[in-house]
């Protein structure tokens, strides 16, 4: 396809808004494929100021507004991107974002960056600890003095949520992080009836609401009315005959890991079935579970498990080396080799991190130590066709730390070659 020096930039507001969904309906020509959602986010006007105490996540900023993101050609869904929020914290977190720092705190609103705690840190044991603590608070302002003159210190990427839609932080995120199809498909040509559906995610306990602030609250979320952006490349002439686009998109398959108790070994094996007769470029699995942890979301939190084992069998065949996956440092050795590296500390993948009294202090600091523990995933890259898929997982129950011995929702994200075909303005998916 011959392309054009000439665009033409569009910025679209929704066809249809309320507090479930909200539509976009582009216009139809040849699009670059880096949609961009800005002004997202969403508003309580019960809201006072940093007081409240009601902030976006921080790993997923305005990202948790958004329960679904789904892509139609007319009637005809090409991708959708389920499990949003754990599949977001994941991509929010990837080195592979080389602006992580201004991206999260400027764009996307979280800001899940680390640096060194300051000869100054409160605690004399923190200092050179890995910190989360803003380094600019003119901007952030993490500090905030309540009414009786005590100091309450919040997360320092913890943006304030707004309190109506004019006013206040709103975020801007690139649909290509999570639509599979926008990152492998670099021009949209001529796509009929190209729709864009959000689905809102307005569950205040998704939030971070402090119940013990000065000025506490029970938010009611309204979300915010966002605007889309995209480029149509101008001059090019429609193509003739059958289109034939391959994509990559993003499967999500739940399976329930069953409770183990203190010390007690359980393996579980699952089958999948999301995957079968599909080729899978690579699979990413999340240890998802149901409680929020200090700042931390139960959505955004993968926790470590001890003695934790992983072994897949395709096709009828051991997968992976030896006992599988079965050292914490081995996770995030294999999701490196597979899908990238991640900008969190070993520490978020270690079942149980601390010194000989207890003390996390000396590698993260007190407002940071709540992310050891609570970040283990791991990928493997598979490149092949599955006819069978199935998942051996082994774990230990412990006390030592939340969320080890209840069950919890092991999430597998796959990504897996689609083909679009178009003639005469019909469009037919295929895997």
Known sequence: ????????????????????????????????????????GVYSTNIVDRTTGVFYPSILGVLASIKKLSLFSGSTMIDEIQELSSYGSIQHLRVSNQAQEDLNRFELLNGFSFSNSANDAANNEEVGALTTEATHKDYVKSYLENPTNNFRQYHNNQIQIANSQSEGA????????????????????????????????????????????????????????????????????????LVKIPYMSALVERFVVPTAADGVTVTSSFRSGAFRNRFVKDLVLFNKVQTDESWLRKKERSVAQKGEKIQLVINSRKFLPDQGVNQEAMKLQYFNDAIGGLNIPLAAAMSSFQDAVGNKNRTLDSQSDVIAHNFSVTGVMVNDVIDRLDLEYTRTGSTVQADQTGAFDLLVFGRVNRLLEMKDGVIRLSY
């Open 170 to 241: 709103s975020g801007m995120l690139v649909l290509s992080n999570y639509l599979e199809f926008l990152r492998s498909v670099p021009v949209l040509a001529n796509i009929p009836d190209l729709r864009l559906i959000l689905e809102w995610n307005l569950t205040a306990s998704d939030y971070y609401v402090d119940a013990g602030a000065p000025t506490a609250v029970t938010p009611s979320f309204n979300p915010i009315r966002p605007q889309l952006v995209y480029e149509e490349i101008l001059g090019v002439p429609a193509q003739e005959g």
């Open 1 to 40: 396809m011959a392309l054009s020096n000439s665009v033409k930039t569009w910025v679209l507001d929704p066809t249809v808004h309320n507090s479930s969904r909200t539509e976009f309906r582009l216009n139809p020509g040849v699009l670059a494929s880096n949609l961009k959602l800005i002004d997202l």
